[in-house]
């Protein structure tokens, strides 16, 4: 079967960073960074994305590129044929259906919020009917499961195009209007009244409220920011070209997703602290009851200004959500395409379809399904935790065990310095955080989230 690559680098970069850049880092940063004080955190949090992000982001694309196969076939071929590490390539197609099956749900949520801006539904709303509407919404049996329907329909269909007409295309487009819906959002939230307060919380730090939970907390974030583990960017660079720069796309990815979640940061803090009364650690219901408050309330006497920056800030966490849910739905693809002949329309058209499945039981677990539990867990904070809590660190951990112990060193340097043409620098650098740094933290991130969870 012919393999398709992307058709250029730029294409193939923007891609691998939509496919890292998602809701993540719009909302899961600005909370994590609110919580744990600001800028100490944020900090803390960019150096462990430079040594902990970038090299297991290059390990997986290392792992695609050599392969050129899909995840599924990547490790067992590698490994010289050894059966253990076929589980390791399956384990990542099962966790793209689960993990798309309820990142659908809140992707969903957005898309409808995006809707009611469209149609200036917050207008004139008080702060107890943000949060009503928004319990309401999410408990309702029909509603959630139709714009999670849409999200997915949407990736089905980009990704059925195929690589290059699909998912090169569909970055292209979405990445660049990804950035100037941040541009705008960025200058608007800076215009504001307590922007300063926002800004200095952002960049001002205090070391003194750091302790080993902000430190583990930022590690978590780092890794979990670019989705490493899943492997969605390991089926993406089996699509990339023999002449890429693996350590410098590595690099360029990681910039992105982390200039991402700094402007996302100076959207969401500079409109938080324009209110008395609200603090940054707002958890979850920041993006959907915090925020529409926030726009209408200090945008009260401009309900023009209110009602577009409402839209844009909820059109750029569709955004997000698509680009990053695309290459979720790729890995199950890319197995059925590769490993059973199906073409991509039919293999796209199969894994919506358990999608969408899926994604109603995890849409069901808050109304109606509310009650049933696996392991005292609805289906969606079931799902969560088998992704975020299990497979993505274990993920982590055995990509780094594979190609530092198991994969001969030779084949290592010959995908990061493409046969020679390339000069390496930082190879004994990378070599040694695959081998001991990166497991080691991750074995802490690990730690750290069961001890939370006990």
């Keep these: 079967m012919a393999k398709e690559n992307f058709g250029s680098k730029i294409g193939a970069i923007l891609a691998a960073a939509g496919s890292a ?9 600005p909370t994590e960074t609110g919580e744990h004080g600001g800028a100490a955190f944020l900090l803390i949090y960019v150096a462990f994305m430079l040594l902990l992000g970038v090299p297991i982001m290059v390990s997986e694309f290392v792992i695609g590129r050599h392969s050129q196969r899909s995840v599924s076939d990547s490790f067992y071929m590698m490994s010289g044929g050894k059966r253990a590490w076929r589980l390791m390539g399956l384990i990542p197609v099962v966790a793209g259906f689960l993990v798309l099956s309820y990142y659908a749900v809140v992707a969903g949520w957005t898309l409808y919020y995006a809707f009611t801006s469209g149609i200036n539904g917050f207008a004139g709303k008080t702060p107890e009917q943000f949060v009503d509407d928004f319990n309401s919404f999410i408990s309702d049996p029909v509603q959630p499961i139709i714009w999670m329907v849409a999200i997915l329909i949407i990736n089905g269909l980009i990704v059925a195009l195929g690589v290059q007409r699909g998912i090169e295309r569909g970055a292209k487009i979405m990445m660049p209007m990804l950035f100037v819906f941040i541009v705008i959002l960025v200058g608007c939230s800076l215009s504001l009244p307590g922007a300063a307060d926002g800004f200095s919380f952002m960049f001002k730090p205090d070391f003194s ?8 907390s930022a590690m978590g974030q780092a890794f979990f920011s670019l989705s490493v583990g899943l492997c969605c960017l390991c089926t993406y660079a089996c699509y990339f070209r023999k002449d890429a720069n693996l350590m410098k796309d590595a690099l360029s990815v990681g910039c992105i997703d982390t200039m991402v979640a700094i402007f996302s940061g100076l959207i969401i803090f500079p409109a938080v602290f324009s209110i008395q009364g609200l603090t940054p650690g707002q958890g979850p219901s920041l993006v959907f009851v915090t925020l529409p408050n926030v726009f209408q309330h200090v945008f009260g006497g401009m309900p023009l200004v209110a009602y577009l920056f409402s839209l844009v800030f909820y059109l750029l966490l569709v955004m997000a959500a698509l680009t990053s849910s695309i290459s979720m739905l790729e890995m199950a693809v890319a197995y059925f395409h590769e490993n059973h002949g199906m073409n991509r329309r039919t ?4 894994s919506t379809v358990v999608c969408i499945v899926l994604g109603a039981a995890c849409s069901l677990s ?21 992704v975020c809590k299990l497979i993505m660190p274990i993920g982590g951990l055995l990509i780094c065990i594979f190609l530092g112990w198991v994969v001969d060193e030779q084949v290592l340097k010959d995908e990061l310095t493409n046969y020679g043409r390339l000069r390496t620098p930082y190879y004994p650098v990378y070599r040694f955080i695959i081998r001991y740094f990166a497991p080691i933290c991750i074995a802490l991130i690990f730690a750290n989230e069961l001890f939370r969870l006990a």
């Design 21 to 29: 850049v998602g809701l993540g880092n719009i909302w899961r940063f």
């Design 209 to 216: 409220k750091v302790d080993h939970g902000i430190v583990l």
């Design 347 to 350: 293999a796209s058209g199969i």
């Design 366 to 386: 808050f109304g109606l399904w509310s009650d049933v539990k696996l392991f005292d867990m609805g289906f969606f904070d079931l799902f969560d935790f088998i």
